[in-house]
Structure formats: structure tokens, C-alpha cells
């Protein structure tokens, strides 16, 4: 008898928290904060806008409260989260975020403030190494076709949207289409555990 198990899944987690009014005051303080300061060259490419770390600004304190609360309500016991990074990205038309991870942090949380169609999908490749040099392969292909699923997953994000990831992950934002500000909040984080 032939048995199948899926090893080493990779999580993701997702969820609008949908809250016109404070989406308005964090793009207002994003927006501000891009006139008076100058980009910091991380991710952002073509014209793309990221702040340096704004971790203490108090406008953020609802926002990590709340992804605080949503972590404490996964089956991962966590018992606090500590933020380390909290930087803001505005996309302009053709900006894009080239592939990245966040090193050794636990989680790689982003949120959007405002993404308006066609303004960049959030692109997440297959962590597994192995599978980057086969990348293409009819093996890779078969492989992926088995869970339904490719090399490459974009995510298509609305105002509101919460996603949480491993930090090991890879990502990338593809470039804007869209003549609207493309307006996001990273963070990275490690937690305390019951």
C-alpha cells in the first residue's frame, strides 16, 4: 500500500482587518513621513518609496496590537511577539520590490494600507533550495502539480489584507501597473513561546 505525506509545508496566514478609519490615518502619517524624508534603499526599486524604521512611532501601536492578538490566536502558543522592524513602502507606478527574505527572523508580516488593482501581486517562491535549480523541469513541474500549486504563488492583496510568513520565506512585488499608490507596512518579529 502506497502512503503519501506532505513534509515540511510551509505556512502562510491571511486576514483583512478591514478598518477604513485607521487605514486613512496610516496612509496620511505614510504619506507625510515620504515628503520629509528621503528613501531608504532596501527592496525598493524604480522609483518605490521605504522609511527607515519606525518601530516607536505611536500611530503603529494599534496595528501591532492587533497582529499581536491574531499570532496569540494560532495554534503556535505564543505567549508575546517582539517587533525588531517596522518600515513603510509606497509603489508608484513600475515600482517593484526585488526577492528578498527576512534572515533569521521568526515572521515576516506585512500589511497593506492601500493597494489598488493592478499595483504589484506579492510573489512568494518555493522555499525548498533543492527546487531552485530545477526550476522549469518537468520534475518540478510534477512535483508542484501534486499539491496544486507552482514554483512561483502570487497573491492578489486588497486594502486591508494581513499576511504572515515565515522570515526564511523568498518574496517580491511585481512592478505597479496602476496609477495609485501602491501603500504597505513591513514588520519582522521573534516570539516568546508558552
Not at 499581536?68 to 509603489?91: D, E, G, P, R
Not at 526564511?168 to 513561546?193: G, M, Q, T, W
Request: with cysteine; net charge neutral; glycine share 6%.
Amino acid at each position: 500500500m502506497t502512503k503519501h505525506c506532505n513534509l515540511f509545508p510551509t505556512p502562510l496566514w491571511r486576514v483583512n482587518l478591514g478598518d477604513i478609519d485607521y487605514n486613512k490615518e496610516l496612509e496620511n502619517f505614510i504619506l507625510n513621513k515620504s515628503k520629509t524624508t528621503e528613501t531608504v534603499y532596501k527592496t525598493n526599486s524604480n522609483g518605490g518609496w521605504q522609511s527607515n524604521n519606525l518601530l516607536e512611532e505611536h500611530v503603529f501601536s494599534k496595528l501591532k496590537q492587533r497582529i499581536s492578538t491574531y499570532l496569540q490566536t494560532l495554534n503556535l502558543n505564543i505567549l508575546k511577539v517582539n517587533y525588531i522592524n517596522l518600515w513603510c513602502n509606497i509603489n508608484y507606478k513600475n515600482s517593484y520590490n526585488i526577492i528578498h527574505n527576512h534572515g533569521d527572523h521568526e515572521f515576516a508580516i506585512i500589511y497593506y494600507v492601500k493597494c489598488p488593482e493592478k499595483s504589484g501581486e506579492l510573489v512568494l517562491r518555493d522555499p525548498r533550495t533543492g527546487f531552485i535549480g530545477k526550476w522549469g523541469t518537468d520534475y518540478a513541474k510534477n512535483i508542484h502539480n501534486l499539491y496544486n500549486q507552482d514554483m512561483i504563488i502570487e497573491l492578489d492583496i486588497k486594502d486591508g489584507d494581513l499576511i504572515i510568513f515565515p522570515g526564511f520565506l523568498d518574496h517580491y512585488v511585481k512592478p505597479s501597473a496602476s496609477n495609485n499608490k501602491r501603500i504597505s507596512i513591513a514588520l519582522d518579529c521573534y516570539c516568546e513561546y508558552f
